[in-house]
Every structure is written in C-alpha cells, then in structure tokens.
C-alpha cells in the first residue's frame, strides 16, 4: 500500500512540474516579439545621414539613400572604411522596449562587403552585441564577432547574436574595428534589415 502512496504522489509531483513547465512556456509564447524602430532605415532621423530611431557615435557610419545595391528598400547603413581617420571603431544602437526580463532575443542584420583594392586594408571586424541596463549601468549580455576577411565580397550575409535580457531593457549594437593603419584603409561595408525577435520559447524560468 505503501509504494501505491509512493507512486501516486511521485506521479503527481512529475505532472505537476510539467504543468508548471508548461505554464511557463505558455506565458512566454505570449509574449509578442519587440520591434525595432526603422529596421531597413528608410526613415531618416534629423538629417539626410541619419537614420530615425538609431543613434551612432564614431565617423562616416551613415544613412545612405543612393548607395546601391540595396537588400530592400531605397535605403541602407553605410560604413566608409576608406574615410575613417583614426583606429576608433564607429557603430550604431538603438533602445529597444517591450522586452521581458530573463527571455532570449536574436538581434540580426543583413551585411555586404566591398572589398578593399591592395594594398589598402578591409576593416578588421563587426560586432553584434546586446546590452541591459542593470543598476543604472549597461551590462553586455551577449556579443558575437564576426571577421570582415572572412565574409564573402557583395552577396548579403546574415549575422546575428542571442542572448537572455538581463532586465526589462535591450539595447542593440552594430560596432565596427577599423584596420589599425592610418592610410591604408580601403573598402567599405553596406548593412540594411535589422531584425530582433525571440529566440525560443522556453526561457522565462531561466533567471
């Protein structure tokens, strides 16, 4: 009789842990998927050369209305290598809202490479990275590097980054490294069709 008690409540705390489980995927597919503001940077902010909803710091990171090809659109982000005057890298953010802390989010961008004539130099690297504000600091929650020697010339590719919101902030970052050689830079980087959305449904327990 005893081991019939046993199992029954062994069963009823496993069904009880698959429905909390359960709730808690529930929940979090409930959630809609942020939006990033201007993803394909049509809209442009105070200036022709700035795109609406993005912030930038460092040079020649701009909005680009005549630059082609284009990946959709009449507009992209365009990084100007060969104009870059210091080794400082440049990048662009933008302050996402509806985010659920403690959720996973794939912040992505589509980039196409012009590649550097010799002997000037291609940039080294993009970054993607993702930041929350904890304590009134912002704190990287996730980054993935990608090499710019290593990405094929003109055809778009994709890069992303995942990573769990570490408060019920996200910022979005693309940074890139210049080559560190004052003179030599050549090449330049075209971006266009950002995207941020979750990247599974499982994660709100997972804090």
């Known amino acids: 009789m005893n081991r019939i008690i046993s199992f029954a409540t062994g069963l009823t705390c496993l069904w009880g842990s698959v429905g909390v489980l359960s709730a808690k995927v529930a929940v979090v597919e409930g959630i809609a998927p942020p939006k990033l503001i201007n993803p394909s940077f049509e809209e442009q902010g105070e200036t ?16 680009e209305e005549g630059w082609t090809p284009v990946r959709n659109g009449h507009c992209i982000l365009g990084y100007h290598h060969w104009e870059i005057p210091s080794a400082r890298d440049s990048g662009v953010f933008q302050d996402v809202a509806g985010v659920v802390k403690g959720t996973s989010y ?19 690297s993009i970054e993607l990275r993702l930041e929350s504000t904890v304590g009134g600091s912002q704190q990287i929650v996730a ?24 408060s019920g902030t996200l910022r ?5 490294t210049p080559s560190p050689v004052d003179g030599t830079r050549g ?4 971006f266009d069709d950002a995207f941020l959305e979750l990247t599974n449904s499982t994660t709100l327990g997972q804090q």
Request: positive net charge.
């Open 48 to 63: 022709t050369d700035r795109a609406a909803g993005w912030s930038r710091w460092g040079d020649w990171f701009n909005r």
């Open 106 to 124: 794939t912040f992505g961008i589509y980039v196409s490479v012009d590649k550097a004539k010799y002997p000037s130099k291609d940039a080294v």
């Open 143 to 166: 980054s993935k590097l990608y090499k710019v020697a290593d990405l094929p010339p003109d055809d778009w590719q994709k890069l992303t980054v995942s990573g769990f919101a570490n």
């Open 172 to 176: 979005v970052l693309v940074i890139v």
């Open 187 to 190: 090449g330049a980087l075209r």
